[in-house]
């Protein structure tokens, strides 16, 4: 029986179900040009059976788009096709990418518009779990299932049983219809905390069931493909280690605490052992308010060995992973206003200084530094070369995952000490926090909110390495 209920909550039911990691049709070559990544509208089977099909867009016939993966140090060479009746372009999050390939529509390249395309062809520097998406309209497009998991694979990868590829998201869905809610300019969205989906799946499913052995040994691959959702995430029946955060490994693996966060487009690599037993399940539980919910199930079905084996040693390293230089480095500042509850009243938009009311007006709600939206000029140029540190000041009541194109940034942490390398950093309401990093790619770079509709109101600048 499926309840109302159970459809605005998606909670994990415990139906059987086979992992769908990849798309089903693989990049097919058309003539002699490069193997096709298509972007189209599909029929999906996304809800319970008795609701019809949602009509997705999608780089493959399903949700998510197809699992590209590749070696570290390999050409990633696709040519987007567009079928959709709409203009868009990839972005592929988290690589330290050549600027003409990072697929920003109106920065780095032309929208590809309906019947166009597009090669992509760049080198991909680092091992780890990436993703790619929609980046043009992207709080719809991404919204609308345009996003895959790019997956990139260390020269020798660490010893696991099994490698899973876990993409999350929410979407939001005509409970009559079934279909994507399509008020992608709601003004709440806009001003609140993003579009926050009614429906949870993960791999497209809101029931996702893996079949696993006592003492199995997974690596988790989770990315948040979500507009606005964090996910609160915790483990049970699953003992592991964090290995890597956005796709970057960490020196040493980190025991799993009580719980694994994940802001829009984070991921993380887990390694996990299942130490729930035979007849058992194990759930990766979306932790919500105060409710656990299952994510993922994974049903012990038999024993792979009696005792558990020692613990994984880390991931090999990426190149480029320092940020020296951070004394001498060069300061600036993000400060975030506006949104509902803030204190912003005026802000420069379109060159004039407007009031909050009439910015709201046009459905923009947002500032960096008392501007709103993409400016002429760069919100910094740097040299390439240099280090440079963002001291980010939230000053509304919302949380925000701010990620920058091209480069991953360190966090400097209140002690001095450098946190992890990463894409994306969620920034509490009220928060101030620094992050570091060596422009060391040459080109045009966003810096934006990666609750897609914030962006799209007005969190979105840029910077430029020359
Ligand atoms: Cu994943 Cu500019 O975004
Ligand atoms: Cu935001």
């Known amino acids: 029986m499926i309840t109302r209920r159970e459809f605005m909550m998606g909670t994990g039911a415990s139906a059987l179900g086979l992992l769908g990691v990849a798309g089903p ?5 058309e003539g002699s040009g490069p193997p096709i990544l298509r972007a189209r509208e599909v029929p999906v089977r996304l809800l319970p059976d008795d609701y019809p099909e949602t009509r997705l867009w999608s780089f493959a016939d399903a949700t998510p788009g197809q699992t590209l993966r590749l070696k570290q140090g390999a050409r990633l060479v ?3 096709v567009n079928d959709l009746p709409a203009a868009t372009s990839v972005h592929w999050h988290g690589i330290r990418i050549d600027n003409a390939m990072d697929g920003v529509a109106g920065l780095t390249q032309d929208p590809v518009e309906p019947g166009g395309s597009f090669d992509y062809d760049f080198v991909l520097p680092d091992a780890g779990t990436w993703w790619y998406h929609a980046h043009t309209r992207s709080h719809e497009q991404v919204a609308r299932g345009l996003y895959g998991a790019l997956i990139v694979d260390e020269a020798e990868p660490p010893e696991v049983d099994r490698d899973e590829v876990l993409v999350l998201d929410d979407w939001r869905l005509n409970p009559r ?3 994507i809610d399509p008020d992608f300019a709601n003004m709440h969205d806009l001003s609140h905390g993003g579009r926050l989906g009614n429906f949870v799946t993960t791999n497209g499913r809101h029931d996702l069931t893996l079949e696993v052995r006592r003492h199995e040994r997974l690596r988790l691959r989770l990315i948040n493909a979500a507009n606005a959702r964090i996910f609160v995430l915790a483990l049970a029946g699953l003992d592991g280690w964090i290995m890597a955060h956005d796709g970057m ?3 040493r693996p980190e025991p799993v605490g009580n719980v694994v966060i994940l802001a829009p487009a984070q991921r993380v690599d887990l390694i996990v052992d299942v130490v729930a037993d035979e007849g058992e399940s194990a759930h990766v539980v979306r932790i919500e308010r105060n409710d656990g919910f299952s994510q993922v199930e994974l049903r012990v079905t038999g024993v792979e060995s009696r005792a558990r084996r020692s613990a994984p040693g880390p991931l090999p390293q990426n190149p480029r992973m320092e940020v020296p230089g951070i004394e001498g480095a060069r300061r600036l500042r993000l400060v975030m206003e506006g949104g509902a509850m803030g204190r912003m009243d005026a ?3 379109d060159g004039r200084r407007q009031s909050f009311r009439d910015i709201a007006q046009a459905g923009r709600f947002w500032a960096f530094n008392g ?3 993409m400016t002429e000029a760069p919100l910094a140029e740097l040299a390439r070369g240099e280090t440079a540190r963002i001291e980010i000041v939230n000053d509304t009541v919302f949380p925000h995952a701010m990620h920058l194109h091209g480069m991953h940034v360190r966090e400097i942490l209140p002690d001095g000490a450098l946190g992890p390398l990463r894409d994306t950093i969620l920034v509490s309401r009220g928060e101030i926090r ?3 990093f060596l422009a060391d790619n040459p080109g045009d770079w966003l810096l934006h909110c990666h609750m ?4 799209a109101a007005g969190m979105t600048t840029w910077l430029r390495v020359a």
């Open 347 to 349: 802000a420069i938009l």
């Open 371 to 373: 501007v709103v939206g």
């Open 434 to 436: 620094e992050i570091a």
């Open 78 to 80: 696709r040519r987007l």
């Open 177 to 179: 219809d079934g279909q």
């Open 249 to 251: 490994p960490l020196p």
């Open 452 to 455: 897609l509709a914030h962006a």
């Open 25 to 29: 049709r693989a990049a097919m070559a």
